[in-house]
């Protein structure tokens, strides 16, 4: 049984919702500070998401953002970030080069050796491979730590029945099936945030209404598809953060050809996502076409309401935001959670979220009725490492 409030419980709590303006949040670890400077850009702009869905880390800057005052959600982001990540003895001024990289690399030993403050703490003894253990207990990390740092940062009450649309992925470990927890379906608990940030080996499968579930990067490392999938019939703009970029270069070394892997394999696929939500949107428009030339009897087809039901009109505008690899970093740094590291790639969010909003294709924008544009804007940037994207076109 699902513990599923009734739409009059939403009603009464004075639930409002305003999705015509989305925050969707990718999994990647570490590089959530990412998100973080990101949202901080929004909020200096003026922009409030009116809904906010993210997998894995990106579920857990959701419901900080969700879970929190409009007015206390950079500081709760910036207390949940401070305490999971630590200042090294040492600092390196120059952000490249090996030392750097050797730096980033001690620093993710360190915290795969010894966990993460307010995250993760290793499991002592580590499970052997032929070794049975209980479903909670099938990880190299015990995840209790976040549940009391997101008890201790996120407001429940106010996530289940304020005013910010919430929804976070997971997978369950039985089927494989893909499922979402959504306020506007179901009260939500620190247990679904969890779930959805359960990767394993590394974490244990929480365990929801009897059911077992695993990250959501397993099927989907982004909710983009839920979002487009579930949007209104009004304008929608969709603010989507990725951690890992599809594009990269071309590997010199092993540790180059890790790093790229892991990038390929949790990238989003926005331009799919994008383009199938597009076909589906042209097929509804012609269908609504044909509706206005057929007879009043054909209008009634069952098929033709059936087409027409498909996918609900309205232009949708990707600001697409993605944290691209830097020098030093290797297939590590979704772990590595030094403050001058975090520190970095927030302030990196801040300033391409800054950017983007301040384009003047951005800026300027005009959309027709049933159209989805993807700008990449943060791309165009002057980064060795970024790939260049032309502005209204999908990363």
Known sequence: MTDQPSAASFANAGLRHDPSTVLVLQGGGALGAYQAGVYEALVEDGQRPGWVAGI???????????????????????????????ELMFKLDEPTGFAR????????????????????????PMP??????????????????????????????????????????????????????????????PEHIMASGALPPGFPPVEIDGEWYW???????????????????????????DLFSSRGIVPRTMADVAQREKDIRYSSRTRLNTDMSRQLQKMHAAATRLAQKLPEELRQDRDLKHLLACRPAGAVAVMHLINRARRYETNSKDYEFSRQTVDE??????????????????VGR????????TFDLAGIRENPLAASAKPGASA
């Open 101 to 124: 990289g050797f730096m980033n690399e001690a620093a993710a030993l360190y915290d795969a050796t010894f966990g993460v403050p307010g995250f993760y703490n290793p499991r002592f």
């Open 366 to 373: 005009t959309l027709n009725p049933d159209e989805i544009m």
């Open 215 to 241: 990250d959501g990067g397993l099927v989907s490392n982004t909710p983009l598809q839920y979002v487009l999938d579930n949007r209104p019939s009004s304008e929608m703009t969709v603010f989507q953060v």
């Open 56 to 86: 894995s880390i990106g579920a857990i800057n959701a419901a900080l953002i969700a879970g929190n005052a409009p007015e206390d959600r950079v500081e709760a982001l910036r207390k949940f970030w401070n305490k999971i990540s630590s």
């Open 128 to 189: 052997l491979p032929q070794w049975p253990a209980s479903l909670d207990r099938l990880s190299y990390y015990d995840t209790a730590p976040l549940r009391t740092t997101l008890l201790d940062l996120v407001d429940f009450d106010r996530l289940n029945h304020g005013e910010t649309r919430f929804s976070v992925g997971a997978v369950n470990m039985l089927n494989g099936n893909f499922a979402y927890f959504d306020n506007t379906e179901r009260t939500i608990r």
């Open 345 to 362: 790639h927030w302030a990196c969010g801040l300033a391409d979220a800054h950017f983007s909003l301040d384009h003047p294709d951005w």
